[in-house]
């Protein structure tokens, strides 16, 4: 949680974090912003002070919504620095930033640099910063940085926030899931009531269109994979793939906030109109592999022993798994599960990678999505819902949903 990033400072020896961005799809800045119309933003942060957010003066009163520190860029008069450093923006934002810190009163230390630039850019101004202030240390964190760690656990606020965006998520879903049921059946495909095929791409469209309406953004798509695509975890699903009567369809949706805030991860496998008898099995291993791990979640348990538990489940169906074999492309091929926060994926893991520090604590909101593909076969299968750790040990899913497989059709 953010009140736990004073230690983490402390025990990285860090004075100061500077972050550079917007606060849009920023999550750096949005951790201490919240979504908000906010450019040319520039946030400091202290242990045990009120961040102080630089703002550009035409966004005054967002950046007052903030409830931060809220100073405005003016002062530092960008303009005359840019003539200074004959018209050179490197330059002239370097000393921006410079003074920045000065006003912060940031003057020595280590300082880690935070937000989302350009690689090149960031890159440049962390260089010309070095040389206007020699007697601060910039450092760049790679992997588990602090701002990752704190987190890693999520307040009622964060909690609140995220059991919305599910809320929403789930209209979605619904609406995809009355849309299919509605359509009718020609020679073994979804059609409308002119008989035009139902796509993968009509059906995207219609996403696209609902998660607008609920006030969530789609930044990297969505997975609705019918056959053998959903074979493939990440497969997206081709546009012009018409759905099939009784092919399984991997339904993988992940919207955010609008303007960047708090992910949403949800996945359900569906069959419209019925239900091949091959591929009601390999939802029942899925299904009761799900209800175990579920079913044995605690609080302050090492992540990687229910990736453990997922494998030794899935090997005694008699599926591959990556415990035996970490580059198979059949069976059960990936994690069982991720951190959900201000990214679709952050700690904790759950893959064998997982190390000691990747705990299920209280605070915690994880996905769930154990999976079966066999491409050869034209067929996957995933279950995910996301859960938070309560504090008193309960595991909560966050917009509960029904697990049917088949979609039955209305007409």
């Known amino acids: 949680m953010k009140s736990d990033l004073p230690q983490l400072m402390k025990a990285r020896n860090v004075d100061a974090l500077l972050i550079l961005g917007d606060a849009f799809h920023n999550p750096a800045m949005v951790y201490f912003t919240g ?11 202290k242990p045990e002070e009120t961040p102080i957010l630089y703002f550009n003066p035409m966004e005054r009163d967002e950046a007052a919504q903030t409830g931060l520190d809220v100073r405005s ?4 008069n960008f303009k005359q620095l840019f003539e200074e450093s004959g018209e050179n923006a490197l330059i002239a934002q370097s000393k921006l930033l410079s003074l920045v810190l000065d006003d912060a009163g940031v003057s020595s230390g280590r300082v880690a640099v935070y937000g989302r630039l350009d690689a090149g850019e960031a890159l440049g101004l962390v ?4 040389q206007l202030k020699p007697d601060i240390e910039f450092i760049g964190e790679y992997g588990s940085t602090m ?17 919305e965006v599910g809320r929403r998520t789930i209209k979605v879903v619904d609406q995809v899931r009355d849309y299919l049921a509605s359509q009718k059946e020609k020679d073994g495909i979804l059609v409308d009531t002119q008989g035009e095929p139902i796509t993968v791409g009509r059906v ?47 339904f993988d949706i992940f919207p955010v906030q609008s303007g960047g805030g708090y992910y949403f991860d949800f996945t359900r496998t569906w069959c419209v109109g019925h239900v091949p008898e091959d591929v009601q099995k390999l939802y029942d291993d899925v299904h009761s592999v799900y209800e175990t791990v579920m079913s044995e979640l605690e609080a302050n348990a090492p992540c990687k022993l229910y990736q453990d538990l997922t494998c030794e489940l899935f090997a005694k169906q008699g599926h591959p798994t990556v415990a035996e074999d970490r580059d198979t492309e059949v069976g059960y091929v990936h994690g069982l599960a991720h951190g959900l926060g201000l990214d679709v994926h952050e700690a904790p893991r759950f893959s ?36 938070v750790m309560n504090e008193d040990g309960s595991v909560e899913v966050l917009a509960p949903y029904p697990l049917d497989l088949l979609i039955p059709l209305k007409s």
């Open 35 to 45: 979504v908000a119309h906010v450019s040319e933003a520039v946030l400091v942060f």
């Open 352 to 387: 064998r990678q997982a190390t000691d520090r990747d705990i299920l604590r209280v605070g915690s909101v994880v996905t769930i999505e154990p999976g079966l593909y066999y491409p050869d076969r034209g067929m996957g299968c995933r279950i995910e819902d996301a859960v």
């Open 127 to 130: 260089d010309q910063l070095r």
């Open 147 to 163: 701002i990752l760690e704190a987190r890693a656990t999520k307040d009622a606020g964060e909690t609140r926030q995220m059991r």
């Open 73 to 76: 860029l003016n002062p530092f």
């Open 204 to 250: 995207k469209a219609k996403i696209g269109l609902w998660l607008a309406e609920q006030e969530l953004d789609n930044p990297h798509g969505t997975i609705f994979a019918p056959g053998a695509e959903g074979g493939v975890p990440h497969s997206l699903g081709s546009p012009d793939a018409p759905i099939r009567i009784g092919v399984p369809i991997v």
